[in-house]
């Protein structure tokens, strides 16, 4: 028996970005640093624990930095590193894939999209 562990990338991929709502956050961070409160304000579903558990979850696979400030009251903030940036090209393609499939089977859960800020006339906007 082989003593290497050998490692699935798109189980790999798949542990990683397992979550509801790791790719908002993730394509929420791809622009601009965001404290906790701004992430939460733009996720209007989401409840604190879950948010700090993506979080977490996200820092802990190295795609967001989270950089704490020592003053009073404190003040944490939430970017994306290298690895995290570069998967942004990879969230284009999702959006253009998603984009194709939902024109050719009218199947999309627009609600969720509206419920979080995400307005899938923002996203076209974002591909384009």
Known sequence: MNDKIKF?????????????????????????????????KLMTTISRGVLTQQLRELERDKLVNRKVYREVPPKVEYSLTEIGVSFIPIMIEIIKWGTGYIKKTKKCNMDICILNGFPCEKCYRDID
């Open 8 to 40: 699935c990338p798109v189980s790999s991929t798949q542990n990683i970005l397992m979550g509801k709502w790791k790719l908002p956050i993730l394509w929420a961070l791809h622009n601009k640093t965001m404290r906790f409160n701004e992430l939460q």
